[in-house]
């Protein structure tokens, strides 16, 4: 099953309702650093995400160091966004 890609004017909606969020990977991924107050934060955050994600079959790259967090979203079936992501950036924005 194809994944549609999103269109320009779709990656630009995101973006504009998630200003927090860059384009990253030449406009087909999106990235976000989030800072929490200890590891313990940053971990829990982490778990949240992890648990949705799991369940959506849509997984987040991501890194952490301490009390930071960076996720890159991207939908490597579409080569690039789609409504996964756009999907996946609210429940993760719901978290913090």
Known sequence: MAIAKLTDQERDDLLAAHPQWSL???GDAIERIF????????F???TRVAIHADKADHHPEWFNVYNRVEITLTTHDANGLSARDVAMVKV???FV
Do not use: Y
């Open 24 to 26: 990253t990977r030449n």
């Open 35 to 42: 800072t929490f107050s200890d590891f313990a934060e940053a």
């Open 44 to 46: 829990a955050f982490m």
């Open 92 to 94: 993760i924005e719901g």
